[in-house]
């Protein structure tokens, strides 16, 4: 082998070597957020009308919450097509689901169908950056009766993800404010008929980890649920690049001098 075949492998092997180790994880957008209340128990149907997805949005996932008081929901849908459930749980009325749909297109009603009239809610938006083609990466839940305040959640990830976390509960006390993991709340509403209290948060977790997932507040019955999305890991520039590449041309020049 001669010395110039060498150089131009060794060339490849760092710039190789340093794609390889500069892999970060894709910034996960939190786009359009719509919803739907239901205080009175007096229908068993919620829509979200006309929900319009992003279609500039990469790796994108359609994402429904649900928290609701009465009868078990059955079916989420977009333009008339079943959502998967991915994770939902009732205790004593006290209900809360997460479903998701990966790269959705154009325009549709959202809607959510339980087995009898109750208090409800809808909430829908969609991540971009989310790996569809493993998007789940963990999930939990915990019902409580009884207890108060109400267990939180305790979820542990396996590498960076991005976690919705939800819950219903029975209580009329204030506050009612996220607890434990600092996340950004998307709905936090009470004060309805019957005491009522239905949230859900997000956080982008980065590096793996375990979290505490609560909600400071006092109840008798509640039920939360919560998972985490595995984000798209990405190529991004780093040092390493640029010191690989700087010691190839050294070599190169000291070989053209020599």
């Not at 980890?209 to 006092?218: A, E, K, P």
Request: proline letters at 3%; hydrophobic letters at 40%; charged letters at 15%.
């Amino acid at each position: 082998m001669n010395v110039k075949t060498s150089v131009q492998r060794f060339v490849f092997a760092c710039c190789t070597t340093a794609l390889i180790a500069s892999s970060g994880n894709a910034s996960v957008i939190y786009d359009n957020q719509q919803g739907v209340n239901g205080w009175n128990n007096d229908t068993n149907v919620a829509t979200i009308s006309g929900y319009t997805v992003n279609e500039s949005l990469d790796n994108r996932v359609l994402v429904v919450v649900a928290m609701y008081e009465g009868n078990v929901l059955g079916n989420v849908t977009f333009d008339g097509t079943p959502m998967t459930k991915e994770i939902a749980d009732a205790h004593n009325g006290a209900g809360a689901a997460i479903f998701y749909t990966v790269n959705p297109t154009g325009t549709g009603d959202i809607t959510g169908t339980w087995g009898g009239n109750s208090r409800r809610q809808l909430r829908a938006f969609t991540l971009s950056g989310i790996d569809t083609t493993d998007p789940i990466q963990v999930k939990q839940k915990v019902v409580t009766s009884n207890v108060s305040p109400l267990e939180a959640i305790s979820l542990t990830t396996t590498g960076p993800s991005y976690i919705v976390d939800a819950t219903s509960m029975n209580n009329n006390a204030d506050p009612f404010t996220i607890d434990g993991a600092d996340r950004d709340v998307r709905v936090a509403d009470g004060n309805n008929p019957g005491g009522w209290r239905f949230g859900f948060a997000t956080l982008d977790s980065g590096a793996a980890n375990t979290f505490d997932l609560g909600w400071t507040s006092y109840d008798d019955r509640g039920t939360s649920v919560a998972l985490a999305f595995n984000v798209v890991q990405v190529p991004e520039p780093a040092t390493i690049l640029i010191l690989a590449i700087g010691a190839a041309a050294l070599l190169v020049l000291r070989w053209k001098r020599g």
